[in-house]
């Protein structure tokens, strides 16, 4: 068993969801709602930033009324381009507008037993572990989440344990949705500092990012503005996520939900660049519609599909780097209905060449955590890197003096060209291909079996690299007088 | 050149599947004075089951394979010939004689099982696609075959594979003669059905199969 290298996809297919002035369509609805319907921004701290840039701030209802001219100011000072760091810098992942990476999904909150198939609450023990199986896996970039909510630790600080066991778990980039408050905030980013040996070398090599939900539509949450601040001034990259759902919290028609989508996603970007120019931000966004019978997440559909490839071309049109939602299923098993939501939610903003893609391995709508999911959804994603890695025509690949040289009805098995050529052809690691026989003597495993054993014996041997000795017990120490202190301040 | 080091550049040119090499190398060792079985034994012999293991583990994929088996007939068609002359002839594990059934024109599958069949020590003719049930007798008879391997990619082909072994059943001389039968379509069930001797569904269990039927 050996871990090898991440392997980002680098799509040579290119799709149009929208044209150019579809996007400035969007673009001119988007400013004109920020401008004259405004953001709610609940948080005082955010208020006074957005009033000291000149735009209108109303105090009682805290929506903020954002002109263009504040907006492309910000847009302005936005790198389009940085590295996510990695505790290993072997896993850096540089967002240069020309790779794709997949991450974990996350903020689970039950776990299919590996063994019994029984679903049970999640815990801390299951981030490590999860944290280890994506540290192994080669399709996984970086680990968000966490997978699942570490239920069996005291809420107060239940994100700094949730740092602490991804940390431990995996030495690739880390990007929490859980940090929801400035002291939380400040903690993980102490948290980080130790290991990369300070806050200024934290600003250097930010070995985690960190994604807010948006309140949908036209909205954000007072804590995770306040902690994305606190992460921005430590050069943090930070992101927000909307998932605006047509029907329920955007329009029924997709331009529209990209309309909110976009100010959901911008106005917050905005908010950062005034209180951090040049800070490294990121578009994120999950944008689907509701089922039209219970109201409810759908995780998946073609309106799933068009919104996460056409998403980016907006991101593209501000050159700014997206972490779009794909995969997360909602079915409830990894069946039929969850091949087909993440082949096609993943395959959408990869032919937009979309930064992050997030991610695998939940069930059930971001739920439940299935270890076979996770590796099933790795081999969905190395289909999809194949296929979007498109054809290449030259000389070499046209191959046309081995063509001459078999000659009709002959074949090309043992030629050299194969020989040199043959491993460029996708391989399965969970597909089934064998002959019938075989399959039937084996007892018809299908891909679900491979998963369970690949996941299995990565779970049983993988061991990440180790933390640098007495850390874990210092974070220990820390994530202690923090809940001490978050007591004594009655949070 | 030493031999053993011959016969070392002789297992690495077969599982690199350097076909014209290999029998460079043969003809190497000819020239030396070197006895052409134990060319045979000593350096292909060693290579193809080298080829065989790293396919079973998963190290090798089926052009490699074939590669190699290629390498290795390119080779014994040179050695072959010489055997006998000095007194001793390899070691067979038996004659087959393979081909695609009349009306079927598809080449590939068959041509690959007998390579690897030769590769692995079994002495093959094989007689090319669209073969009537009269010629499968014929060389059978004349070729002595142990077992004879029929062919058929089409639905509509695969009753000429019954056609055959009970055409085999009729005579004397091929009464004795296991039949395997493979292609597409063709299931366990119907070699079962028309009371074949063997069935595989890929090149590599056509290999152990044929092995079985000869008891080796």
Same mark, same amino acid.
């Given at each position: 068993? *050996? ?8 799509? @040579? ?15 001119? $609805? ?19 930033? %957005? ?24 847009? @302005? ?31 689970? #909150? ?13 815990? *801390? ?63 993980? #980013? ?91 931000? %990121? ?176 779970? $049983? ?31 | 050149?030493?031999?053993? &080091? ?89 004659? /087959? ?13 068959? &041509? ?18 669209? /073969?009537? /049930? ?7 008879? &004349? ?61 590599? &269990? ?11």
């Amino acid at each position: 068993m *050996k871990k090898q290298p991440i392997k980002p996809i680098k799509p @040579k297919l290119r799709l149009e969801f929208l044209s150019k002035e579809d996007i400035l369509r969007i673009h001119e $609805a988007a400013l004109k709602v920020m401008q004259e319907t405004g953001v709610r921004f609940p948080s005082s701290k955010a208020l006074d930033i %957005f009033e000291a840039n000149g735009c209108e701030v109303n105090r009682e209802t805290q929506v903020v009324k954002i002109p263009p001219s504040v907006v492309e100011r910000a847009l @302005k000072t936005a790198p389009s381009t940085y590295t996510l760091a990695a505790r290993d810098p072997a896993n850096d992942l540089p967002l240069d507008g020309e790779h794709c990476y997949l991450s974990t999904d996350g903020c689970g #909150v039950e776990v299919y037993d590996f063994e019994t198939g029984e679903k049970r609450l999640s815990t *801390k023990q299951d981030i490590y572990d999860s944290a280890r199986v994506a540290d192994y896996l080669d399709a996984i970039a970086f680990y968000w989440g966490p997978m699942v909510s570490a239920q069996d630790v005291d809420a107060s600080v239940r994100p700094l344990h949730e740092l602490q066991a991804a940390f431990m778990g995996t030495s690739k980039h880390v990007q929490p949705e859980t940090i929801i408050s400035e002291e939380i905030a400040e903690y993980c #980013v102490e948290m980080a500092a130790m290991i990369v040996g300070g806050k200024d070398k934290l600003r250097e090599r930010p070995i985690f990012s960190v994604m807010q939900c948006a309140m949908d539509p036209l909205g954000h949450d007072g804590g995770a503005l306040e902690a994305s601040l606190v992460a921005a001034r430590y050069g943090i990259p930070t992101g927000f996520m909307p998932m605006p759902m047509s029907c329920a919290t955007a329009p029924a028609t997709l331009a529209g939900n990209l309309v909110v989508t976009t100010v959901d996603a911008l106005s917050a970007l905005v908010l950062i660049q005034l209180a951090e120019p040049g800070a490294p931000v %990121f578009f994120a966004a999950a944008p689907t519609a509701i089922d039209l019978r219970t109201g409810g997440y759908t995780g998946g559909g073609p309106e799933d599909y068009l919104l996460g490839g056409a998403f980016n071309q907006i991101c593209d049109f501000y050159g700014i780097p997206l972490s779009m939602g794909t995969m997360a299923t909602g079915a409830k098993l990894p069946d039929w209905q969850a091949a087909v939501d993440n082949v096609m939610s993943t395959m959408a903003p990869v032919l937009t060449c979309t930064d992050m893609l997030t991610g695998a391995g939940l069930l059930a709508g971001s739920k439940v955590l299935s270890y076979q999911q996770l590796v099933m959804d790795c081999e969905i994603y190395s289909i999809v890197k194949k296929t979007v890695e498109g054809i290449e025509v030259n000389d070499e690949t046209l191959a046309v003096s081995v063509i001459q040289k078999v000659g009709p009805g002959g074949n090309y098995l043992a030629e050299r060209h194969t020989l040199n050529h043959m491993r460029g052809l996708w391989r399965p690691t969970v597909v089934d291909r064998t002959p019938y026989m075989e399959w039937e003597e084996a007892g018809r495993p299908g891909a679900f079996e491979k998963a369970t054993e690949i996941a299995r014996d990565i779970l $049983a041997n993988h061991q990440p690299e180790p933390l640098e000795e007495g850390l874990v017990e210092e974070m220990d120490r820390l994530i202690k007088s923090a809940q001490k202190e978050l007591e004594n301040k009655g949070v | 050149m030493a031999k053993d &080091s011959l016969f070392e550049l002789i297992q690495q040119t077969v599982l690199e599947g350097e076909v014209e090499k290999a029998a460079e190398l043969a003809r190497k060792g000819l020239d030396e004075g070197l006895d052409p079985l134990e060319i045979i034994n000593k350096g292909f012999v060693p290579a193809m089951d080298e080829a065989g293991a790293r396919f079973s583990d998963g190290r090798f994929f089926l052009p490699e394979l074939v590669a190699a088996a290629e390498a290795m007939k390119e080779a014994m068609g040179l050695l072959e010939p010489l055997l006998g002359k000095g007194g001793a002839a390899r070691e067979s594990l038996g004659r /087959v004689v393979i081909g695609t059934v009349e009306g079927d024109i598809h080449d590939i599958g068959k &041509s690959i099982v007998a390579s690897l069949l030769t590769a692995n020590g079994f002495e093959v003719r094989d007689l090319g696609v669209d /073969v009537p /049930v009269g010629k499968f007798v014929e060389e059978a008879k &004349s070729f002595q075959a142990d077992i004879v391997g029929l062919s058929a990619l089409l639905t509509t082909t695969m009753p000429k594979q019954r056609e055959v072994l009970e055409a085999l059943q009729k005579l004397d001389a091929t009464k004795g003669v296991k039949v395997m039968v493979g292609g597409a379509p063709v299931t366990a069930r119907w070699a079962e059905e028309i009371g074949a001797d063997g069935y595989a569904e890929d090149a590599v &269990s056509a290999v152990l199969e044929a092995r079985k039927l000869v008891g080796a």
